[in-house]
């Protein structure tokens, strides 16, 4: 997988977690426009972030992006229950191609 | 509204060709960018196609995996969104997601809005 996530991670409830999303042999920079995609089991994938750091609508601040070092990093503050599912990064690799990481579970 | 609906998905042998489709609400087809997003059963998402909007709607672009027998089109009349799978595979089968996407410098390259899939079996 050309795209790196943690395959898992645990938060306690209101704890703050932070996932990466690297790439195996360079750095993930803004132009790679990373977003993030929220999924629970049987539902369609929510757009969480894009363009690095903006938010989707009626995405909660307890969400936010950024680059860490050399990966994106998706935040998140205040874990709640329902933040327990899966979270997938996807980094632009120009000439129209955008590549999703593996996923990471997240448990709460 | 502004939605998706994808339709087409079905149990299909190795070698079969198969249509999926996804139906525009609320917005036209003819000025965005659309994709094609699938997940195979109890895996992650892999995007699949690209489909240019604006000025530039005869640009498309596809995963390695996929090049060469899918064939990703639109027909703004019915204000929908195709993909054309030929030479179906068994690893083809997935949820196969239409998604309204922002292919965008300032904005970012993303997937906007998600119809809630069809579901592609190929087995024999």
């Known amino acids: 997988t050309v795209v790196t996530q943690e395959p898992s991670f645990s938060v306690s409830p209101g704890g703050t977690v932070t996932l990466t999303c690297g790439l195996k042999?360079?750095?993930?920079?803004?132009?790679?426009?990373a977003s993030w995609y929220q999924q629970t089991p049987g539902q369609r994938p929510r757009t969480l972030i894009y363009n690095t750091k903006s938010r989707s609508p009626g995405v909660p601040d307890r969400f936010s992006g950024f680059i860490l070092g050399n990966k994106a990093a998706l935040t998140i503050t205040g874990a709640q229950a329902d933040d327990e599912c899966d979270y997938y990064c996807a980094l632009y690799m120009g000439n129209g191609i955008v590549l999703f990481g593996g996923g990471t579970k997240l448990t709460v | 509204e502004v939605k998706l609906v994808e339709s087409g998905g079905t149990l299909m042998q190795p070698d079969e060709s198969l249509r999926l489709s996804c139906v525009a609400s609320g917005f036209d087809v003819s000025y965005d960018y659309m994709s094609w997003v699938r997940q195979a059963p109890g895996k992650g998402l892999e995007w699949v196609s690209i489909?240019?909007?604006?000025?530039?709607?005869?640009?498309?672009y596809y995963a390695d995996s996929v090049r060469g027998r899918f064939t990703i089109s639109r027909d703004n009349s019915k204000n929908s969104l195709y993909l054309q799978i030929d030479r179906l595979r068994v690893e083809d089968t997935a949820l196969y997601y239409c998604?309204?996407?922002?292919?965008?410098?300032?904005?970012?390259?993303?997937?906007?809005?998600w119809g809630q899939g069809t579901l592609v079996t190929v087995s024999s």
């Open positions: 042999s360079d750095s993930v920079s803004n132009s790679h426009y």
């Open positions: 489909l240019y909007g604006g000025d530039k709607t005869h640009f498309a």
């Open positions: 998604a309204r996407s922002s292919y965008d410098i300032r904005l970012g390259y993303y997937f906007a809005l």
